[in-house]
């Protein structure tokens, strides 16, 4: 039986449309932090980046505030490809990757133009190897911060001697033993039970970052707060390398370009953030100092070689390479 030329036309076009629709992709990434974090910010634009370049051929689908995984688990879930995509704080890594804590260092890493340099370096592709030893493919670092506050009530933190005796949230164990150093007493806590331990007393002081100050509404807890570039952090995004393997060149290209653009404009995202935090912080009651260039090296003179020393003994096979790439920026 002949067929209508219409038809013949109709069944042509839907072939011609089957090899696009097969490239028709779907990210899914899975993080920690709620949607009111500015990483989620950074994380929308590079969805409607990617959904630009790629005319919607890659659905970028988010999932943030542990729907998917919990933060624990990101790393295995995309090792076994059970979601294409996830990230992870650098401090996470711990033991598993003890030279992703090269950052927290105190006023180690934390001048911005160092920052800017650091995605793309020699650095950063040792530690995306040791990544790469774990199963993912990193894809993109996100800078998060570099200052942090110390926040107390009863007297502000200005000191080195106002450290001794006091209950502090500790930021992790590399980190705490400065300190400890100076005679606190670091308490590893999760951010969001900060609050509570502020308020009941169960804390004195709090560390955390800038904006997560303001973010948790730590002005409500406590009055004064000491500001300082002391540790740099970084959220990865690290996807499964089989299924990256799997994408064509075209879409793998995509990805990447647009995580070069994230790269950067997770920049301007965190010094507004932080910058806003400053006024809001203040706004809100919270008598804030900023260091001054001398004061940061005074603390730096007596955080950092305790925590250098730790990151050492921890990483001693290339914890010194990191370092020296580190130094280079």
Request: with cysteine.
């Amino acid at each position: 039986m002949r067929r209508p030329l219409g038809y013949i036309a109709a069944a042509a076009a839907c072939l011609l449309a089957l090899p696009a629709l097969a490239q028709n992709v779907t990210m899914r990434i899975s993080h920690q932090v709620p949607t009111g974090h500015h990483l989620h910010e950074m994380l929308l634009g590079f969805q409607s980046d990617v959904k630009q370049r790629s005319n919607g051929q890659i659905d970028v689908q988010i999932f943030p505030a542990e729907q998917l995984h919990k933060a624990g688990e990101n790393h295995p879930a995309v090792a076994r490809g059970v979601v294409e995509a996830a990230l992870s704080v650098n401090q996470q890594w711990g033991s598993t990757i003890p030279e992703m804590n090269v950052v927290v260092i105190p006023y180690f890493f934390s001048e911005l133009e160092r920052i800017k340099k650091f995605p793309g370096s020699e650095a950063a592709k040792f530690l995306e190897k040791k990544l790469e030893e774990k199963g993912v493919r990193n894809l993109a670092w996100f800078y998060i911060t570099r200052q942090a506050i110390y926040t107390s009530q009863k007297k502000p933190i200005l000191a080195l001697d106002d450290f001794k005796g006091i209950k502090i949230r500790g930021f992790n164990a590399l980190a705490d033993t400065a300190l400890t150093a100076l005679g606190a007493s670091p308490s590893a806590m999760p951010g969001p039970e900060v609050y509570n331990a502020l308020q009941t007393g169960v804390l004195d002081a709090g560390l955390t970052d800038l904006s997560a100050a303001f973010s948790r509404r730590f002005y409500e807890v406590q009055k004064f707060g000491t500001v300082t570039p002391s540790l740099t952090v970084y959220f990865h995004m690290y996807v499964n390398p089989r299924w990256f393997a799997g994408l064509t060149p075209a879409h793998r290209q995509i990805l990447e370009e647009a995580a070069r653009k994230a790269e950067q404009d997770a920049v301007t995202i965190t010094e507004k953030t932080a910058a806003d935090a400053l006024v809001q912080l203040r706004e809100k009651g919270m008598t804030l100092h900023v260091h001054t260039p001398a004061e940061i090296e005074i603390w730096r003179a007596a955080m950092q070689k305790p925590v250098m020393d730790a990151f050492i003994k921890a990483a001693p096979q290339d914890g010194p390479r990191i370092i020296e790439l580190m130094g280079k920026l």
